[in-house]
Each structure stands twice: as C-alpha cells, then as structure tokens.
C-alpha cells in the first residue's frame, strides 16, 4: 500500500448483496431483475449448464427429454441483464437459448444481429 492511501473496507455483507443478482461484476444502478427461462438443445449442454450454473438462483424448470415440442431441458434463473449474462449465453452458441421473457430475448437477439453484420 502506498503511504498516505488509507484503506477503506465496504460494509458488513456488501459484496454478498452487490453479487447477489447479477452474472459477473458488472452492476447498473437501478436495473431491473428478471425471471428467465433458458433451454438447452442438446443433452451436453443441459448437462454443462446443470453442473455449471449461470448463476446461483439457477434451477431445473423442465428435467432434459423428450417434451411434445422438441427434445431439450430448461432451467429458470432470476438475474439483472448485464454483458457478463449475455456472455455466457453466447459461450454457449446454438445450444442454449432464452426462452423467456420476451424483452430479454429480444434484447439478445439484437445484440446477435448486430453481430453476425460485422461478418457479413
């Protein structure tokens, strides 16, 4: 520490409330938390992001199998949007997806067509 710095520690469980509901560390005063729903397409992804999980309010909404609309799994989590979220989502490539809610997936797919135009 360099001398006349003096070290200021945050308050009692605050990196424990900051953390809380976000992926990553980015945090955006006054952002809203949403519930969403992410499905896998492929049993290793369901099973990468079972074991793996995006964040820890994440759990199993639709166990992996075969449903009447498709083969997939879903899990549900309740986190604030941030570029670390979306990161994650992307890692994953085709094999996850938001199902839910609607502004997040629209806000994604955005943010994927402005993508794919700088490949084009």
Not at 8 to 31: M, N, Q, R
Request: charged share 25%; hydrophobic share 35%; net charge negative.
């Amino acid at each position: 520490m360099r001398p006349g710095i003096e070290y200021i520690a945050a308050p009692p469980l605050f990196y424990e409330h900051f953390f809380k509901d976000i992926v990553g560390v980015s945090h955006t005063k006054d952002t809203t938390k949403y519930d969403m729903v992410l499905r896998a397409h492929t049993y290793y992804m369901y099973k990468l992001t079972e074991t793996k999980p995006i964040h820890l309010s994440q759990s199993i909404a639709t166990p992996w199998g075969d449903h009447e609309d498709g083969t997939y799994g879903e899990f549900s989590l309740k986190v604030e949007v941030n570029n670390e979220f979306f990161g994650r989502i992307l890692q994953m490539g085709a094999g996850l997806e938001i199902v839910s809610p609607k502004e997040v997936r629209d806000l994604f797919k955005q943010r994927v067509k402005d993508l794919a135009k700088l490949y084009e």
